[in-house]
Every structure is written in C-alpha cells, then in structure tokens.
C-alpha cells in the first residue's frame, strides 16, 4: 500500500513537473496566488455592474445576499478596492497577483522580472486612478457623477487631485496628468514599436536564410545529377569507341604490352582527362589531382611515370576553381551548422540542476545581543587613561564595533612613538580585563592606531546571513568564497582563482573546521556542478565524510579509488600525482588552442572555436583541500610535499587550486617552498608563536577562538569572524544535491602508474625524474646550492653534486662560485619547461 501511494506520489510530481519539497511549496503557492487572483478579478468586474445593488448594504454591514458574482465576501473586498484606494485601476492588483503566480510556477529568474512588473504596474494604479478622478472632476456632468456607484480614481485618485488643485489649480493640474500620461504611454509605445520591428526583421531574416539554404541544396542537386549524367555519359562513349580488334594485346601475366602502353599515356599526355579524378585540398590550399587506379596502370612502365608526372605537375585549372569553391562552399556550410548550434552550453547535461535555497541553512545571528555603548564607552575611558598614565597623549578616539571584537582608533599627538603604544599591549589588556588584545600600529593607509578588543557579548555570524548578501548574490568571481565579516561588519568574501592558493592554521577546537565548511558552502552555493570538481582529502576520515553523497556531482576522483573522500596516505600521494597529470594534460590543451589560462580556454570553448574531435573539452575549476596537512607530512613526507608544492607552483592558469589545513603550522611542516607558493593565509587561534612561519607577524596567539581569525592576502592583514555553518546545515545542503540528477560516475583524473613522479611527463619519466625535480626546486627557491638539494631530496652529496653539474651543463645555473651558491639563470618555470622539453627532444637523460 505504501509502495502505490509512493508512486502515485511521483507520478504527481511528474505531472506537475515538480521534484523536490521545496518545489511542491512553490507550486502550492502558485496555485493559491492563482484562485486568490482569479477571485480577485471577478469581484471587481463584477462590482462595476452590480455595486450599486450591493452598495447600501456593504456600508450599513448588513448585507445578507449579495449581487456580485463572488458573494458577500467579494461584494466586500471589491467595496473596499474601488470606493478606499484607485477606483477602477485596483483591477491591476489581481493582475499583478496572476503574474506573481505564473513566476512560481516557471520558476526562471529571467523569464518574469518580478520587481519591475509591480514598479510598472503601481505606476499605472498611481498616476490613472488620478486621471480618473480629473476626467470625473472636469468632463463628467454632475448628473452622470451621482449614477456613479463609485469613484472612478477612487479614494486615492481623489485626493491627491484635491491636494493638486488646492495648490496649483484644477487646469495647471490636468497639463500635469497629461504630460505625465503621454511620456508613459509614449515610452510603453516606443518599446512595442522597437520590438516589433526587431520580430519582422527576424523573421524576414529568416524567411531570407531558409530560402537561400533552399536555392543551394537545389543548386547542389543539380550539380551532382549533371556530374553523375557526363560521367555515365563519358563511360558509354568509351566503351562504344573501343571495338574488340583495338583490345590491347596482352603478355601472359594480364598486362597490355609496352608499346600499347607507351601508345595510351601518350593520348593522355596530349590533353585527354581519366574519367574519375579525385581533388584532395589541405589546408593550405595546395592539392594533387590522382589518377584511375586500375590494373593497366599498377605497374606503369617509364614513359607513363613521365606522363603521369606532367600530369600532376599541371593540373587542369578548372578542376582547381571548382575545388576551391567546393571547398568555401562546405566551409560556409560548417560555419553556418555551428552558427546555428549556438553557443555550448557547459550545463546542458544537469540542465535541471536547482542552485541550493537559502533555506536550508539556519539563522544563527537572530537571538544576537545588540551593542552596549555603555561598553564602548568605558572601555574608551580606560584606553585614555592607561595611554595618559605612561605620558602617551591622544588627540582623538573612536570606536567601531564588530561582530565579536571592537576596533578603536586612537590618533597621537605629534611626537608620540608608535613602538611605545606597541609595548603597552599588556598594560591595556589588564586595564581592560580582557584578553585577545591587539594592537595594530598604524593602521594601513590611515595615520592611526588600531586597538581591538573582544566584546563581552560576541554575536554569531551565520552562513545564511553572508550568502543572502547583494555582494555575494552579484559577484562575478569564478571562484567566491565568503569567509564572514569584518569589524566593520562587512562581509569578507575573496576569489580563489586570484588568491590563488590557501594556507588554514588554527588550534583544535577554534573553527579551523567550520572554516573549511564556510569555503566548501559558498562554492556550492555559487558553481554549477559543470563548473567546479573537489578533490578532498581527510586523514581523520570524519571532518569531510558528510559530502560523500555528491559525489557524482562535485566530487573528482581516481578511477580506481574506492571511497568519495579520500582518506589513505598511499591514495592521497597517487591522487597527486593524477592532479599532477592533469594539470600537464590541461596546458598541452591550452598549447594547443594558443590560449593562456582557463578562462580565455572556456571562452573559446564556449564559442566553439576548439573540436572536441582534437581533444579539446570544457574545463571545470578543481579545488584541492587537504585536511590535517602536518599528519600527511609526518607520514608520507617528500612524497606529499613534492607534488603540492609543483601544483601549487604552475595549476593556477589551468584552474586548479588548492587549500591545505593543518594544526600546527611549525616550519617542519609548513615548509620554505610551501610558504612561498600559499601567499594567502587563514589562521586561526594557535598556540604560542608559531603563527609568526605563518603570518610572518606574531597576533594569532591572541585570537579569542570561536572562528575569531587573521586573513593575509594582496599585502594586507584582515581580522574577520568566520560565518557559522554547523554539520546538520551541510547535511541538509548535501540531501538537497544529492536528490537531483547527477552525473553517471565522479570527474576522473587520469591514472597514473604508482611509480612514477606525477605523470609520464611531471617529472621526466625513468632515469630523469629525479634531475626535474631538482630542477623545479632550484628554480621556485632560486638557490642553486648543492647541501640544500642533498637535505631536501634526501641524497648523498656525491650525487647532488653531480644533479647540481647536470644542470650547469644544461644552462640552468651558472658554475661554481666559491663558498656562494650558484647564480641561477632561469628564472620561471615556464622557461624551464621549454629547457626541459629541448633536452628530451635532444634524447639527453640525467639522473
């Protein structure tokens, strides 16, 4: 019984064309603003020919049977629309309710523009139902006005005429509504005309490009019926002219004796065609006209290979114009087949795919205390007296008040060192009672010093709260991420793609986690999944585990990976090594199609200026994040890091980009060559100093927790608190992808053999890897020091001398420079990969 009433469900659903929850609300709404309107629009009408009848009753109350056709009910409404605000105009409110209902039911953004149908249709309401009540005050007898059931503008349309006319006069009034009127209805006139003519020049346009396509099929047509007719033609002819004592004589192998060969290509020679040639254009326009093959011309003796090379040498030149105009003509034809596709679309395989609504997420910022200026104003105090008890004098204070922590700008007197304000951090803190001070001096930009302290009752800042923002809705980032506001209660929201990779610090407990889901939730709330593919990797096996169910629309994998989320050290280094490979296979593509970064490569895409027969294909953004970074360092070690650091060092242009968290952020983890390619830094509260290998500046230690962190990016230091998003949130938004259409399987990275390095071509392959990766290293660190390549790669210093003289000999660092390291001469990596691809080609192979 459940089972029919579930498919008697989805049958419904169907019908209705309808698939989630949130669709059979939206529906179900559409359908109440329908009848809601409908009921609307007949009591109206049918007020203007019955109200009078119903008029005494309506106004006494008592009105027991009435003559409009909606009942009592709508003799009641239709009194209140017409007699209390626009007269004969409220007929628009059930149209605006009708189109209210159609929007719900389509449920396309870009087929009704709700906000400016009600901004034209008050216009409408406002400015006629004054018109009315001017044509009733000025043209209408007193007769006629006294029948009337009602007003014609209504209440509204009266008394704004009245205002009018009190002050500028019932004549000067009308002038107004006129000129108002006419540039209205003028404007409205305008637009149906420029329309119009838009849809006859479209469709004459087309009537003109179906007839053309016709006349040349046509021409076509007759064009091969008369090439199959001369060739039947010509064959005839041939068989009729040959009687059979002019058969030529043949040896005992089949073949026609040599001076009957000689005799036949000589009468080609002298101008006559074989009966079938075949033209064959490249792309530059050359071609080869071949001859019949057939059995008396297989083995051709001299005379004919003579006879035949004059003959390609000197083509018939009408062959070549009708192959050149055969050949713009299918050109042509190719153009306008693609023209006529249309641009690709990258979403036409989830077509139906449904952005997630805000309503899945909860409100966690609605029970926030509000601000106590009694706390900023003490706080003020104390800040002026602790600053005067050490003879540090101000000239103005102000304060601005975040989310969790407030900043007050203190400007000092001239003469006032900075660094003196700096050493009394600690004295302010205890003057305060409060800990998590910090002091910014200056503050960049501004001549002043910054000092924040945390609130006593910090606000939650919710997830929902920042993407239901104008600035997050209307952004044009290919990849926004929204982190939370800012002390001026900002929301902080920053692209990816441009960062354009992401270091995550902070201590168990401070919001390192929710942090990483803030990212994750904005991406999927932003990118269709065409657009964006997520490689996660979770030592711990738990923090990510929960968007295991879209995997088939988000997620990327290797093919052999048996789990969405990958958790094993051995697959995480092969997972890698295949991002590696990819990141290899998308420039051999942007190569190709001479392009520089993804975006110009999807563009062209898009265009349809690359085939995909070569191989060419929309590139979706992949996002990288790997969680617990110091666990994979302590146990994979190099064979972690090299990778990273290579996909951190060139994926950006090919839209790959990645996020590593870890715990402790020491130097043995977060090394130099990592540092130096995640120029953009999220740290939460951390333990001791260890911030500084970070943020390379000490004040993360006294963060205050609970998603209160330091973002570095483009050169500046931002404090933000992190957007709230908790697990039964991300679980709700991941049941919501995962219900809808899907993918057949996850983004597959190419597979690489578990030996290699990265790819056939990451590292060079076997008997090579290991000098290209020392060549990498050298180049991102320029330093060409032979103890630094044995420390790093783990080598004695026999063979990194000799890997260090391997690359002097190819031109990638100078020679020996005493106790100094080497000068190294090549400067980026794009360089090096064409010293790299000139040594290969040369067949040279170091170790």
Request: aromatic share 8%; with cysteine.
């Amino acid at each position: 019984m459940n089972g029919r009433r579930t498919e008697l469900k989805q049958e419904l659903r169907e019908v209705v064309g309808v698939e989630s929850k949130a669709d059979i609300v939206r529906f179900s709404f559409g359908v109440v603003f329908a009848l809601v309107s409908i009921f609307l629009f007949l009591a109206i009408v049918s007020n203007v020919f019955t109200g009078s009848r119903d008029q005494a009753g309506v106004e006494s109350g008592q009105l027991t049977q009435a003559a409009n056709y909606a009942g009592t009910f709508g003799a009641y409404v239709s009194y209140y629309l017409m007699h209390n605000l626009f007269g004969l105009f409220s007929v628009l409110i059930p149209v605006f309710g009708t189109t209210l209902a159609i929007k719900l039911f389509v449920d396309d953004p870009k087929a009704i523009r709700l906000w400016k149908v009600f901004i034209h249709l008050t216009i409408i309401m406002v400015v006629g139902s004054v018109d009315l009540a001017f044509v009733q005050e000025a043209f209408l007898p007193e007769s006629m006005v006294q029948m009337l059931p009602f007003d014609l503008g209504g209440l509204h349309g009266k008394l704004v005429l009245e205002f009018m006319t009190h002050y500028v006069g019932l004549v000067p009034s009308g002038i107004v509504l006129a000129l108002l009127t006419v540039s209205y209805v003028g404007y409205w006139f305008l637009q149906v005309l420029i329309t119009l003519f838009a849809a006859i020049s479209t469709f004459f346009g087309w009537i003109f490009a179906s007839t053309r396509t016709d006349d040349d099929e046509e021409e076509s047509e007759e064009e091969d019926d008369d090439e199959e007719t001369e060739a039947e033609t010509g064959a005839t002819s041939t068989e009729e002219q040959t009687p059979a004592d002019e058969i030529p004589e043949q040896d005992a192998t089949g073949r026609p004796t040599d001076e009957e060969q000689t005799t036949e290509f000589a009468t080609t020679d002298e101008g006559t065609t074989p009966d079938a040639q075949t033209i064959e254009l490249d792309l530059n326009d050359n071609f080869e006209v071949k001859g019949p093959e057939s059995e008396e011309s297989a083995l051709p003796s001299p005379t004919s290979q003579s006879a035949n090379a004059t003959d390609d040498a000197l083509p018939d030149p009408q062959l070549s114009v009708e192959a050149i105009h055969s050949e713009v003509e299918a050109g042509s034809k190719t153009v306008a087949a693609v023209e006529a596709l249309g641009p690709y679309d990258p979403r036409a395989d989830l077509s139906r795919y449904k952005f997630p609504p805000l309503s899945l997420l909860d409100k966690h910022g609605e029970g926030n205390p509000p601000i106590d200026m009694e706390e900023q104003n003490a706080n003020k105090r104390r800040i002026v007296e602790v600053l005067g008890s050490f003879d540090v004098k101000i000239t103005h204070i102000s304060a601005t008040v975040g989310p969790t922590v407030t900043l007050y700008e203190v400007t000092p007197e001239k003469g006032v060192r900075i660094q003196k304000i700096k050493n009394l951090q600690d004295d302010i803190a205890m003057s305060l009672a409060a800990i998590g001070i910090r002091i910014i001096a200056p503050i960049p930009k501004k001549g002043t010093v910054g000092i924040e302290v945390p609130n006593k009752r910090p606000q939650i800042v919710s997830m929902e709260s920042i993407l239901n923002t104008k600035k997050f809705r209307e952004t044009d980032y290919a990849l926004p991420i929204a982190l939370g506001k800012t002390i001026t209660n900002e929301v902080f929201m920053v692209d990816l793609a441009k960062l354009p990779h992401l270091l995550v610090a902070g201590a168990t407990g401070q919001g390192k986690s929710v942090g990483l889901n803030a990212i994750i939730t904005s991406l999927l709330y932003k990118k269709h999944p065409a657009e964006l593919k997520l490689v996660m990797v979770d030592p711990k096996k738990v923090e990510f585990s929960m968007y295991n169910p879209i995997v088939n629309h988000f997620l990327a994998q290797v093919p052999e990976s048996t789990e969405p989320v990958i958790t094993d050290v051995k697959q995480v280094v092969q997972t890698l090594k295949s991002v590696c490979q990819e990141m290899d296979d998308r420039y051999d593509l942007l190569k190709r199609a001479t392009c520089r970064n993804i975006k110009e490569y999807n563009t062209k895409f898009v265009a349809r200026r690359l085939n995909p027969n070569d191989g060419h294909r929309f590139m979706p953004y992949i996002v990288v994040i790997i969680d617990e970074f110091g666990d994979l360092i302590m146990t994979a070690g190099k064979e972690i890091e090299m990778p990273i650091a290579r996909i951190a060092q060139l994926a950006r242009a090919v839209g790959i980009h990645m996020i590593i968290a870890t715990q402790t952020p020491r130097a043995t983890i977060i090394t130099g060559q990592i540092k130096a390619n995640f120029p953009a830094k999220m740290v939460f509260k951390v333990s001791g100093r260890v911030e500084q290998t970070v943020l390379d500046q000490p004040g993360a230690n006294n963060l205050i927790g609970r998603g209160d962190m330091l973002f570095t990016g483009e050169g500046t230091t931002e404090r933000v608190q992190c957007a709230f998003v908790d697990t039964p949130e991300i679980e709700q938004l991941t049941e919501y992808i995962s219900q809808q259409q899907s993918y057949p399987y996850p983004y597959e990275l190419p597979l690489v053999a578990e030996d290699s390095e990265g790819g056939s071509e990451t590292f060079g392959g076997p008997g090579g890897s290991t000098f290209e990766q020392v060549a990498h290293f050298v180049v991102s660190t320029g330093q060409g020091s032979t103890s630094k390549i044995q420390r790093t790669f783990s080598i004695g210093f026999n063979r990194a001398g000799r890997l260090m003289d391997q690359l002097e000999e190819a031109g990638i660092v100078g020679p020996v420079n005493g106790s100094k390291p080497r000068e190294v001469y090549v400067q980026s990596e794009t360089e090096l990969e064409k010293i790299l691809e000139q040594l290969k080609a040369q067949g040279k192979k170091f170790d």
